[in-house]
């Protein structure tokens, strides 16, 4: 095995540095909310997205399909303890509690809480 793919579910750097996971996870957005989540997501507060990148968070990808379907895409060394940062602060509790109203089946969790990660059955470099 190389240096990048010496993990089963992430891939190490180049330059030895830490393994990232690939992390991707699905979600649902309310039909009549689709064109309101699309204008929120066109400007993510700065601070918000500062918040992610210090929390661990890169390469961090949204797509969203017609029916509402919310694919999430992300790469971090530990997905845990990056969702538990960003939990610890307050623009992450802002913006969860304006986006819950957005999603569907969330049984009263915030919708970070809701993001559980796929299993990766594929992966091409």
Do not use: I
Request: net charge negative; with cysteine.
């Amino acid at each position: 095995m190389s240096s990048t793919d010496d993990t089963p579910d992430g891939h190490g750097t180049e330059d030895g540095g830490p393994a990232r996971r690939r992390v991707c996870f699905l979600l649902k957005v309310r039909q009549e909310r689709l064109a309101e989540y699309r204008e929120r997501h066109a400007d993510v507060w700065p601070e918000m997205r500062a918040a992610l990148t210090a929390a661990g968070w890169s390469n961090y990808s949204l797509f969203l399909r017609d029916d509402g379907l919310l694919v999430g895409y992300l790469e971090t060394e530990d997905f845990e303890r990056a969702r538990a940062e960003m939990d610890r602060t307050e623009v992450n509790a802002r913006w969860q509690q304006q986006m819950a109203p957005f999603f569907e089946a969330l049984d009263g969790a915030s919708p970070d809480a809701a993001m559980v990660p796929l299993a990766e059955v594929f992966h091409l470099d």
